[in-house]
């Protein structure tokens, strides 16, 4: 595997391969299986989860890693192109990245969406220009539209509970935040639940419609699968019968880039938290999840994050083991 940067790029059997390695890999640990390989860790943007799953799965595979972020102790680093770096930043991005690389057997680089044009982002203009500079192995750990790691864990995590793919209901519910907060989280858990052949209902108010492209991308993983797309903006329609319900806020799509007006559209919103009577015509079981990290009594209220819905927390540990298969089918003697 030379990349691993977005779920479409891998056939429903090579996903059903990596799932069966993750399990695999949770169950029976190879302690040895990338020994003396390295991992080369970029973070651009903030990270809790992916930073310490990729270190802890390189570690259980008996290779190491090493991170790298702006907040270091590095040179300041300059990003743009074309500039005469007569100010702060010593370094450049286009030296640094590649050095980085070059360190390491593979690398995973994390830069998040700039949200000022949504075209740029869509484009993944960024993400591809940083790719464009190595030539190792490369794992997306989130770019401005993709986060095939959060996806691999959650399949895994819905897998793990016995949840129907075909049959299945799968509500992925906008949600209040303050903030205009990127699309990648959305964009690829939409894709991945129409890819695991679910019926999945996009629920979000007027001005948060998801992106055309991100929208068809999935009607044509859900033909393939046998699964279906609809789109709502009725709580009691959408969570009819689900077995699931996926909250993520995102950024206003009628006003990207618009921080003002995208505030003013959500300052209305503060109800979109989802709490226990949203569940009213659910199944008893109905599920709840969320990529993490979340706001208590914004996004989701307390009682239903602590209480027996929330799966939060084996999402998360599934980040570990999703991604220890993605570094055993890259790095590993097979690869
Ligand atoms: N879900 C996720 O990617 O978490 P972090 O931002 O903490 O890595």
Redesign the pocket.
Known sequence: MKAFNDLADFSSDEIAALLELALRLEQHPEPEALRGKVLSLLFLS??????ASFQAAMTRLGGGSFVISPEMSIHGIETRPGIVMDGAAAEHIREAVPVIASYGDAIGI?AFAQRQNLEFDMAETEFTALTDLIHTPYIN??SAMN?P??SLADWKTMDDLGMPATGGKFVLSWAYHPRALPLA?PASTLHMAAKRGMDVTVLRPEGFELPDAIMQKARAAADESGGSIVESEDRVEAMEGAHVIYAKSWSSTKHYGDKLSDQKLREELLDWCVDEPWFDNARDDCRFMH???VRRGVVVSERVLDGPRSIVIAE?RN?MFAQMAVLHQMLGTQS
């Open positions: 903030p990270s809790l989860r992916t930073l994390r750990m989130e986060h790691c959060q989280v990529c993490l990290p998360a980040r």
